[in-house]
Every structure is written in structure tokens, then in C-alpha cells.
């Protein structure tokens, strides 16, 4: 998984809790990414991030914020989980931002919110 | 309408057989077309890209692109069962400023032995 770990791999929570999900990256590439994946959806953009403490909203970012005060950590927060927030969540980290080509995955968080 | 779409499947073929698996979209400003492979509770991995029309060869894989009927495939030759696993297309193009990835659904392939 091209040097990305993410923490935890499985998570279970209740409605109305913060959750936080932790994406820790050794390549030292400039942009990471959060997706969460959902059957009939694909994958889809959530926040991404362009350098450290520079992050941007995706296409779903409603009800999560990021965080990122070093290049190898990223960090994911519900701040307030719903059920519609169970899903699969992904990180990515790219070398440039313009090449999609070299985007590489972690290998996913469960997140079941009860 | 979705700006990717791609048959969720799922794809069955004995071992051996060619692949065929499509994407067609709708979004003339993609440039950059991507295959992911992703096996079972695993992360996406990138398998192929190609940048424009054309055909680009990898082994057994081979990516095609149809920029003016917007439809793209991925042939897998000699089709093995360790080639199953859900098969996600991606775009990429400057959309709103920024450089924008749109996947689509997947494709489940079983290759049966």
C-alpha cells in the first residue's frame, strides 16, 4: 500500500459521537486525499489536502473537517457521526496534484455508526 | 445523470477468456483515463493510464480510449482467477479550476478456474 497506513481499520460508534481517522503516509508526498466508497456511489471526494495546515473541501465534505499539521499525517473528523456517515473510508496521496496517474490508496477504515 | 458510468456486474468468465470491461462518460474536459484494481476489503490500486485517445499495452491488460464517443475499456488478456476483484475506472480534468477525479461504480470480475 505504497507506504500509507490508516488508523483505525475498523470502527464501530454511535450516533451523535466525534470520530477521528487517522491517515499517516512515509513517501513525503505533497497531496493527500479522503474518499469514502458506498455501493452504487464509487468513490468520492471528501477533503483533500495540498500542503501542510492547506486542505479544501471535495464534493462531499458536509459534516467532516480535516486537519493537517505535518506532511505524513492526515486527519479525518466526523463531528458529529451519523448513520448515513457508515461507509468505507479511503486515503490517497498523489506526488502532484495535476497527475492522477500516481495516486496511491491506503488500505480503508470501516466505520459502522450505530 | 452520472459523469462516469460503469456496469456494477457482476462480470463471470472461465479462466482464460479475453475481459472486457467499459466506462462511458460524459465530461469532454477529462484528460487523463485510469483503471484501478481493488480485491476484497482492500485499497484501490492503480493499474493503468493513458492520457488521450489510443490504445496503451501492459502485459496482459490493455487500456483503450475513444475521446469522441467519450467511451473507454480495459482488456484482460488470458484472463487468470487471481484476477478477480472489482475494476474501477477514473477520470481526471480541470473542472471549476482544480484538477477533479471521478470514478466510477466498479465492475466485479470473477474469473472462474
Known amino acids: 500500500d505504497a507506504g500509507i497506513t490508516q488508523s483505525p481499520r475498523h470502527k464501530v460508534t454511535e450516533t451523535g459521537t466525534p470520530v477521528t481517522l487517522r491517515c499517516h503516509q512515509t513517501?513525503?508526498?505533497?497531496?493527500m486525499y479522503w474518499y469514502r466508497q458506498d455501493p452504487g456511489h464509487g468513490l468520492r471526494l471528501i477533503h483533500y489536502?495540498?500542503?501542510?495546515?492547506?486542505?479544501d473541501k471535495g464534493e462531499v465534505s458536509d459534516g467532516y473537517s480535516v486537519s493537517r499539521s505535518k506532511t505524513e499525517d492526515f486527519l479525518l473528523t466526523l463531528e458529529s457521526a451519523t448513520s448515513s456517515q457508515t461507509s468505507v473510508y479511503f486515503c490517497?496521496?498523489?506526488?502532484?496534484?495535476?497527475?492522477?496517474?500516481?495516486?496511491?490508496f491506503g488500505p480503508g477504515t470501516r466505520l459502522l455508526v450505530l | 445523470q452520472k459523469e462516469v458510468e460503469q456496469d456494477p456486474g457482476p462480470l463471470s468468465v472461465p479462466e482464460g477468456a479475453i475481459v472486457s470491461l467499459n466506462c462511458t462518460y460524459s465530461?469532454?474536459?477529462?484528460?487523463?483515463f485510469m483503471w484501478y484494481r481493488q480485491y476484497s476489503r482492500k485499497g484501490p490500486e492503480l493499474l493503468m493510464y493513458?492520457?488521450?485517445?489510443g490504445n496503451k499495452e501492459d502485459g496482459r491488460f490493455t487500456a483503450q480510449v475513444d475521446k469522441s464517443s467519450k467511451y473507454i475499456s480495459l482488456f484482460i488478456r488470458d484472463s487468470q482467477p487471481s484476477d478477480s476483484a472489482t475494476y474501477l475506472c477514473?477520470?481526471?480534468?480541470?473542472?471549476?479550476?482544480?484538477?477533479?477525479?471521478?470514478f466510477g461504480t466498479g465492475t466485479k470480475l470473477q474469473v472462474i478456474p
Open positions: 513517501e513525503n508526498h505533497r497531496y
Open positions: 493513458t492520457y488521450s485517445s
Open positions: 477514473a477520470m481526471s480534468g480541470n473542472s471549476g479550476g482544480y484538477q477533479k477525479v471521478t
Open positions: 489536502s495540498y500542503g501542510v495546515k492547506d486542505t
Open positions: 490517497a496521496i498523489s506526488e502532484s496534484f495535476g497527475q492522477q496517474e500516481t495516486q496511491y
Open positions: 465530461n469532454s474536459a477529462f484528460q487523463y
